[in-house]
């Protein structure tokens, strides 16, 4: 009997896609193609995706493909969504939203040209479909949907576009583990911070991390999940075990209806969840923090407490501290300086030449690495990089700038 197969794209921050790629292989994906910004993969299991939503330190969401059709333009696009039996996706009950994202297109295109137009006739096309057959319709909710669609659109060519529609099976992002409960203004995200020790082939077993400008606490809280082998989701996993619903997928049809689907993926999660209550108790090699502010110092204690990560904080200079016993990796994210006036941006090269002058100083055999969307501040660190990695925060195309401290 032939076995049926799952489609699905995972997405992460532009410059992690190898990293999500040996995740999903890890977890048995099949079939993986990379393009900007995510995977495409697919699995005979649906309890794949999943895993891969719960354990992927790097994935920003994970959405399982509905349906895939080319059309000419958008009035074809809403001919073909309303040929979709709606009731099999969602309950007229349900609140949804939907976004549409354009991937290749010509820029010469006469049709897909404003993506908020796009959104609009696929929203009709569902609320329609369900007038027609229900004579009910349900309702758009753009803050706490109960259902959320992608909407993808590439060309094709000779004027045809296809049009791929996807169903988000987080909620709320990935990179929200559920542990920052206070932050500093443009915090890094969690899963590039992850992504940003995994990149520099950081060893928990090894090395030691210290944050010197750590901000909300993102890169210690990830680094002592790496350390300790947690899964990712590992807070939000703790909700689900107290019966409550912290991913969109449990809500949906196909997962709730279906007979063996949820008692298996509620197993498999408790037995996660029992894993990870144990690792969390393993001990670590040295991990600490500390921030001239002390706005941030209290921010990163609160987060850790929440995370349920004892690691030390405090408040001092950057340029002041020393490495501790351990070979250790320095890891930092500074100020960019965005709309600097011409005094901020002689203080933030002076913080930049204190990085690298305490490094020069007292770090020789140690390892630092700093995450900026300020290019021409790495120079004022007056230290030759050992690599260079292009990584975006949000929109900001950045640099993870790696140092070997001799």
């Not at 001092?316 to 250790?328: C, F, G, R, T, W």
Request: hydrophobic share 40%; glycine share 6%; net charge neutral.
């Amino acid at each position: 009997m032939k076995k049926h197969r799952f489609d699905y794209f995972a997405s992460c921050p532009t410059g992690l896609e190898d990293l999500l790629l040996l995740e999903l292989k890890a977890e048995g994906a099949q079939e993986t193609h990379i393009v900007k910004g995510g995977i495409s993969f697919s699995s005979e299991n649906p309890h794949v995706a999943l895993k891969v939503l719960l354990k992927s330190r790097v994935a920003s969401r994970v959405f399982k493909k509905l349906y895939s059709f080319e059309c000419h333009n958008e009035n074809s696009m809403y001919q073909e969504l309303c040929d979709i039996k709606w009731k099999s996706v969602m309950d007229v009950f349900q609140t949804f939203k939907i976004t549409t994202i354009y991937g290749k297109l010509d820029r010469e295109r006469e049709f897909f040209t404003n993506s908020q137009f796009t959104t609009l006739k696929a929203k009709d096309a569902i609320v329609d479909w369900f007038n027609n057959e229900q004579e009910r319709r349900p309702n758009i909710d753009k803050e706490n949907p109960d259902i959320s669609f992608l909407i993808r659109v590439d060309d094709s060519g000779d004027r045809i576009y296809q049009v791929q529609l996807m169903l988000d099976l987080c909620g709320s992002p990935l990179s929200q583990r559920g542990y920052r409960v206070a932050s500093v203004e443009a915090p890094v995200r969690e899963n590039l911070a992850a992504g940003i020790l995994m990149l520099l082939n950081w060893d928990p077993k090894t090395e030691a991390l210290v944050d010197g400008l750590c901000g909300s606490g993102t890169f210690l809280i990830e680094g002592a999940m790496i350390a300790k082998g947690l899964s990712a989701q590992y807070l939000k996993l703790k909700e689900f075990m107290k019966g409550q619903r912290p991913w969109s997928f449990l809500s949906h049809q196909w997962f709730a209806k279906d007979k063996y689907i949820p008692a298996e993926f509620q197993a498999w999660a408790k037995e996660l969840y029992e894993q990870d209550r144990e690792r969390l108790k393993t001990p670590t090699l040295a991990i600490m923090g500390s921030d001239i502010d002390p706005v941030a110092v209290k921010s990163t204690k609160l987060n850790l407490e929440r995370a349920g990560m004892n690691i030390p904080v405090k408040q001092m200079n950057a340029h002041e501290i020393l490495p501790p016993q351990e070979k250790s990796l320095f890891i930092c994210n500074p100020p960019y300086g965005d709309r600097l006036m011409p005094d901020d941006e002689e203080k933030l090269k002076e913080l930049y030449k204190e990085l690298g002058e305490n490094w020069k100083r007292n770090w020789k055999g140690h390892r630092a690495g700093v995450l900026t969307g300020n290019l021409p501040m790495l120079k004022s660190i007056s230290l030759r990089t050992s690599k260079k990695i292009i990584i975006f925060n949000g929109d900001i195309e950045c640099r993870v700038a790696e140092y070997q401290l001799f």
